[in-house]
């Protein structure tokens, strides 16, 4: 059974940091792309963040900079570390593994005060 379980949301002030992680359980871990996306109220799904398996890592230009994407493929964990946090970026924050299939965790709520 597949599982990709995100945590470290929350509540930060802007200006802030967080770290989210994600882990899976039940594929292949090294040979899946691994993804960060979000989800704003009344708003599309955006990809926030990107690692290949070879660890080549890409960013949405809001997040350049702030964020910062890493896997463990020891630990089958993907993390995304954001710095400098913005009101804009509240939204729930989804991990997506990609290889033959794809597979979504259940999401992860950050809240960003102003």
């Known amino acids: 059974q597949v599982q990709l379980v995100e945590s470290g949301g929350g509540l930060v002030q802007a200006g802030g940091s967080l770290r989210l992680s994600c882990a899976a359980s039940?594929?292949?871990?090294?040979?899946?792309?691994m993804h960060w996306y979000r989800q704003a109220p009344g708003k599309q799904r955006e990809l926030v963040a990107t690692i290949s398996s070879g660890g080549s890592t890409r960013y949405e230009d809001s997040v350049k900079g702030r964020f910062t994407i890493s896997r463990d493929n020891a630990k089958n964990t993907v993390s995304l570390q954001m710095n400098s946090l913005k009101p804009e970026d509240t939204a729930v924050y989804y991990c997506?593994?990609?290889?033959?299939?794809?597979?979504w965790g259940q999401g992860t709520q950050v809240t960003v005060s102003s």
């Open positions: 039940g594929i292949r871990f090294n040979a899946f792309s």
């Open positions: 997506k593994a990609v290889w033959s299939r794809e597979y």
